[in-house]
Structure formats: C-alpha cells, structure tokens
C-alpha cells in the first residue's frame, strides 16, 4: 500500500501536535513545581517576620556587616571632599598629606596671582606644575584657599586666566598628577 503525499503530511502534523502538548505538559509540571516552591518558602518568611521564629529574648549571632566602598571621583581634585574620599578609598592605608600650613602659604601666592593689570600666570603655572605633587594636594590647597577666602579656587582661577591659559597652567598638570602618595 503506498501512501499519498496528503497522507504523510497528516501523519506529521499529528505527530509535531502530539509532541507539542506532550512537551507543554511536561513544562507546565515543572513551573507549577517551582511556584509551590517559591510559595512555601514566602510562606516561612512570613512566619519569621512576624516574630514566631526566632524566638525572643534568645541569643543569636551578629555577623558582620559588609561595606562597599565608593571610588573617588579621580577627576575632580578641585572638589573639597576629594581627599577624605581618598582616605576612605585606601582605609586601612593613610596617604601623604599637604600640611595645613603648607596649603595656606600655596593659596595665599593664587589669591595675589590675580593683579590689577597685570596677572602673575607664572605662579599659578610654577605651582600646579612643580610644587603640588599629587591631586590630594591640590584639594588641600583648594579647601585652604576657600577657608582663607571664602571663594571657589577654580573660580577664582577661572576668573583672571583665559581657557589657553587654564588648560595649561591647571588643568593638564593636574591631570598629569598621581591620585594620591601613600
């Protein structure tokens, strides 16, 4: 008996019909499974918190609590609290730091760098480019700067150095700068 070409597209089609539901049933079991699953654990959670488990006035253990530390923001040494966050960033590690003194001295030559008519870029260059060794510093004198003052440093450099001058005299020597010394 030879069979029509109608006849064996029939047989195929109930075939992949039949492994099509043989194939839902299975899957179906198995993610009723899981909801039960989930369902029972959600149901012990719930008996935890209302107090049932674990039982009051008994002693439990206390594990220690995990910390995630924050990374500096390594581009903004102009930001005042770029050097305690460094300090975090390194606990248990210290790192050098500009001594008050030091910053104070360093703000006081930026706040005379601005002239009347004529500006010393000379300092602002000799400073960002010589004396300030990593970026910790340059918040040091920054923070100085605005204790003294009670100005923005960037500001104020802003305010008398042209964009040539800023880019050259501050800003790309104090990106070239290390993030901080130990």
Request: charged letters at 25%.
């Amino acid at each position: 008996m030879k069979l029509s070409k109608t006849t064996w597209w029939m047989i195929g089609g109930s075939v992949l019909a039949v492994s099509g539901i043989g194939l839902y049933l299975l899957l179906s079991k198995k993610k009723k499974k899981k909801k039960k699953k989930k369902t029972n654990s959600q149901n012990e959670t719930a008996v935890m918190s209302d107090g049932i488990f674990p039982k009051q006035n008994t002693v439990q253990s206390v594990t220690q609590k995990a910390t995630v530390k924050e990374e500096p923001n390594w581009n903004s040494p102009f930001n005042y609290g770029y050097i305690d966050d460094v300090k975090a960033w390194v606990a248990p590690r210290t790192i050098k730091v500009l001594p008050r003194v030091k910053a104070i001295e360093l703000a006081k030559i930026l706040k005379e760098a601005k002239g009347v008519f004529n500006d010393d870029e000379k300092a602002v260059e000799n400073i960002f480019s010589k004396q300030l060794q990593d970026k910790t510093q340059v918040c040091s004198v920054s923070r100085a700067f605005y204790d003294s003052y009670k100005k923005d440093l960037w500001q104020h450099l802003d305010s008398f150095l042209n964009v040539k001058e800023m880019q050259s005299f501050v800003t790309i020597p104090t990106r070239k700068l290390p993030n901080y010394q130990s």
